[in-house]
Structures are given as structure tokens and as C-alpha cells.
């Protein structure tokens, strides 16, 4: 990954590096999204099992992933009693959508730090 943006706009980045930019993701938390994009709702055990990890690592990057919204869990309860968690990947359109609106209101933000520079140097010499 860059370290700058105007590193990642001369650099050949790939979707995966501006996801995890953008939602401060690492590579185990994309690949279990993909995981559980391609084979559906799963237990963290299960997701573990895939990534060949521990239930435990695939937890936190459940975890990640919920928190950033791409991922959500469901409960299903057994008929014996007791319940369990299955964890379910939004839709690639909805990430999309996420990723646009956090580039646009990052973009509206700088934006206005860009306006205020001329005035803000100024004002720090002076001081």
C-alpha cells in the first residue's frame, strides 16, 4: 500500500487496497469478506476453518467488518434451545455505495481545508 495520495494515484492499485484504505481494513478482514461473500452465512468456527485460522481470529475480523458495515450477523436459535450466530456479507453494490460516500464526504471535507489554506498559512507566520 502508498503512503500518500499522490503515491497511490502514480502506483497500479488494486480494489482490495482501496477498500482497505478507505475502511481501514486489513488483508485477513478482506478475505474473510470474500469468504463469506462466495459461501454464503457463516459461524465464526466455520469462517476460521476457511481462512485456517482460529475462531478467535476470525471473530475479530468479524468484528472489523461489522464495524465498518460489511458484514452483519444473524441469530438462529436451536430447538433444543440455545441459539448461534451466523455471519452474512452485504451485497458488493451496497459496498460500493459505502465506499462513494466516504470518498465524497472526505472529498468535501479536504475541500474545504484546501479553501481555508491561504488564510491559515498566513495566520500561522504571523502568529
Not at 470518498?103 to 484546501?114: A, C, E
Amino acid at each position: 500500500m502508498t503512503g500518500s495520495i499522490s503515491e497511490m494515484l502514480k502506483a497500479n492499485c488494486e480494489c482490495d487496497d482501496v477498500a482497505k484504505c478507505i475502511l481501514g481494513l486489513k488483508d485477513l478482514d478482506l478475505k474473510a469478506y470474500k469468504i463469506l461473500l462466495s459461501n454464503g452465512p457463516l459461524t465464526a468456527e466455520r469462517l476460521g476453518k476457511h481462512l485456517g485460522r482460529e475462531r478467535s481470529t476470525a471473530y475479530r475480523s468479524l468484528q472489523n467488518l461489522i464495524s465498518c458495515g460489511l458484514v452483519y450477523r444473524e441469530t438462529h436459535t436451536i430447538d433444543v434451545g440455545g441459539y448461534f450466530y451466523e455471519y452474512v456479507a452485504v451485497n458488493p453494490a451496497e459496498v460500493r455505495r459505502m465506499l462513494q460516500e466516504s470518498v465524497d464526504q472526505w472529498y468535501d471535507k479536504v475541500s474545504l481545508l484546501i479553501n481555508k489554506i491561504d488564510t491559515e498559512l498566513v495566520g500561522n507566520e504571523m502568529a
